[in-house]
Structures are given as structure tokens and as C-alpha cells.
């Protein structure tokens, strides 16, 4: 196998970040299908890019087929573990957008939309990033 993909691949980490990893993924792939679906409750792609736009992200259609892409494949990625570290890297840079476009200016706390929560996934990403998928995963089975 070549250094590249063993790079990607390998994990040492444990089950403590299969866990992390799962509920990480399960988070961001149900936020993928509100933006992408309209499921639990989203406002689906027309919704989302609408909303998109007037937060200045435009083209709104397109950002919004990113982001919910990003979130919902990503997040898939994550709860199967396969591909780990691309997922948790487009999904960091998805939390800081988010965090940075919309949360910031609201302070910390979710109670007025803050960013705690974008920043609690940020860091679940940033550790599957940095550890790999952990021991029950693709990624594992694949790079041996």
C-alpha cells in the first residue's frame, strides 16, 4: 500500500475515539439531511440556500449543496469510519465557517445561538483528524 493512503488510513487510537467518532457522525450526517432533505424538521436545499444567501454565503444554492454534502457524506464517513480523515477534515473546516459566518457574533452559549455547540463538533473532528478512525473501523480493516 502506498505511504500516502497508510497515512490516511492508519490509526492507533482506540475504541474511546470509535466511540467519539460514531456520535460525531451521527450528528452531522442528520444536520447533512436537514440542508440536503428537508428531514427532521430542515428546510431542505431551497430552504437552505436561501438562507445561505442572505448570510452572504452566495451562490446560496451551491453553498448549501456543499455544506449539506460535507455534513451528511462526511458524517456517514465518520459513523462507518472509512475515509476518516478527509471527512473530519472537510467537516473541520465546515465547523469553522459556521462558527465564524453565523455563531461567533452571538457569544459562546446555544441559548443565543452560539457557537459552543459548532465548537464541541469542531473539536470531535479535529481528534478524528488528528487519531484516525480508531480501532472499529474501515480505515482499520483496510490499512491492516
Given amino acids: 500500500m502506498s505511504s500516502l493512503i497508510n497515512k490516511v488510513l492508519f490509526t492507533r487510537a482506540g475504541y474511546g475515539l470509535t466511540v467519539l467518532r460514531i456520535f460525531v457522525g451521527i450528528i452531522f450526517a442528520a444536520h447533512g439531511s436537514q440542508k440536503l432533505f428537508g428531514a427532521f424538521g430542515g428546510y431542505g436545499l431551497a ?68 457557537y459552543e455547540f459548532a465548537l464541541a463538533l469542531l473539536g470531535g473532528s479535529i481528534a478524528v483528524l488528528i487519531e484516525g478512525a480508531g480501532k472499529l473501523s474501515v480505515d482499520r480493516a483496510i490499512a491492516g
Fill in 47 to 114: 430552504g437552505t440556500a436561501q438562507y445561505m444567501e442572505s448570510i452572504g454565503l452566495a451562490p446560496g444554492y451551491l453553498m448549501a449543496t456543499l455544506a449539506g454534502g460535507t455534513e451528511f457524506f462526511g458524517g456517514l464517513a465518520l459513523i462507518i469510519g472509512l475515509l476518516a480523515r478527509p471527512a473530519a477534515l472537510g467537516l473541520t473546516f465546515l465547523s469553522l465557517v459556521a462558527i465564524f459566518t453565523v455563531h461567533i457574533s452571538n457569544g459562546l452559549f446555544m441559548a443565543n445561538n452560539g
